[in-house]
């Protein structure tokens, strides 16, 4: 609307008074005169021919949508920053669990090792194992209650709201499809969609109309004038001692024509022709990042839905290794180390499943924000994942 005034009518209105003390001697006569002058005037003008200034306008519809499209990246980076710090809350939740829980079992397994030092079964290393082991998931426990902490401060402070409960994940957990499953597909979509890309674009149209403003600097100008002019000089004026009433109006059309302006306009139009180049170069740039960034969005789903089936199975076997370990310490084929070993191990790869099972629905939405189609209606999808 800004860059329209400049093709639509101006309309001004001045007015002014002021007092004159005349004096004129003449073959030495001396004449004085004192006198006060009115006026007041319109004046209106509507351009006819202003290349510059309809380039002007030309730009500014670009320049909304480009503003629209840094709107739309702004809108999906939000809904990708709160789905990460939603699950980052929930991740820190299950690794406080996982954590409370092995604590629960190295203590048990502490007991059990120092009830057989007592009966001479077992040596003091035995005890000694546990209670380090002990020690030591104590300390991430408290980490963990920290770090569950921090995550909900930044849920918070992102949204707004204090005191957010995030719904856990339903189980069993059966990762999304990618679709489409073809990567080039994601990629095509992305040099249309994604408002990196559209921004560029509005960028190189921009350019070129700043080319066509540079050119107008050569080119005339057409407006049509009017104005409306009253003079009132009610003691007279330099002439006369009699009242002086004055009106005039007129219309016209007026031209300017420059001719020469010391080539500034010739070394105006070569920069911003430069400036259409890097334009260009800006827009191939950003849709190969764009499309790299695609790519390694699409293959790192990928992987991680490949991950939550390989961790499902290694959770499995890893608690097979515990209760087999546990068995072998009390048939005495297997020591204190390895239990406290197996039990670890458990730990870290049910963190690690828990983990890669948020990464994968936060991975799809990332696929979504790397080719530029992410949309509030996306997480939809992941609500269903949660708990009811």
Do not use: C, M
């Not at 070129?208 to 003691?235: C, F, M, Q, W």
């Amino acid at each position: 609307a800004q860059a329209k005034a400049g093709l639509l009518p101006f309309v001004g209105v001045s007015a002014g008074s002021s007092r004159t003390n005349f004096e004129n001697t003449t073959a030495s006569v001396t004449t004085n005169r004192d006198f006060t002058t009115n006026n007041a005037s319109i004046n209106a003008s509507q351009p006819l021919y202003r290349p510059a200034a309809y380039a002007t306008w030309e730009q500014s519809e670009k320049q909304v949508v480009a503003a629209s499209a840094r709107l739309t990246a702004a809108s999906q980076d939000l809904i990708l920053r709160v789905t990460v710090a939603y699950f980052e809350v929930l991740s820190a939740q299950d690794d406080l669990v996982l954590v409370q829980a092995l604590k629960k079992a190295v203590a048990e397994q502490l007991a059990v090792a120092k009830r057989n030092f007592e009966v001479g079964v077992s040596t003091i290393t035995d005890t000694r194992e546990s209670e380090a082991r002990y020690d030591q998931v104590v300390a991430a426990e408290i980490g963990a209650e920290n770090d569950l902490n921090v995550k909900h401060l930044a849920l918070d402070q992102l949204i707004g709201k204090s005191g957010i409960q995030p719904k856990p994940l339903a189980i069993p957990f059966t990762p999304p499809p990618v679709n489409p499953p073809n990567v080039e597909a994601w990629v095509a979509e992305s040099a249309i969609s994604h408002p990196a890309v559209i921004q560029n674009q509005v960028q190189i149209e921009l350019a070129k109309l700043e080319t066509k403003k540079a050119e107008a600097g050569h080119k005339p100008t057409v407006d049509l004038v009017a104005s409306y002019g009253t003079i009132r000089n009610p003691n007279g004026s330099t002439t006369t001692g009699y009242t002086v009433n004055t009106n005039s109006g007129n219309i016209g059309v007026a031209l300017n024509w420059p001719l020469f302006n010391g080539f500034a306009v010739q070394n105006r139009i070569k920069e911003t022709l430069s400036l259409e180049d890097k334009a260009a170069a800006d827009l191939n740039a950003t849709e190969r990042s764009v499309a790299q960034a695609t790519r390694s969005a699409f293959f790192g789903l990928k992987s991680g839905i490949s991950q939550v089936k390989a961790l499902e199975t290694a959770v499995a076997s890893t608690q097979s290794a515990v209760e087999s370990n546990l068995l072998g310490y009390q048939v005495g084929v297997r020591i204190n180390l390895d239990v406290l070993n197996a039990q670890t191990q458990l730990y870290v790869t049910k963190r690690d499943l828990d983990l890669v099972r948020y990464n994968v629905l936060t991975g799809g939405l990332r696929l979504r924000l790397a080719n530029g189609t992410l949309k509030p209606e996306d997480l939809n999808a992941v609500n269903a994942f949660l708990a009811k």
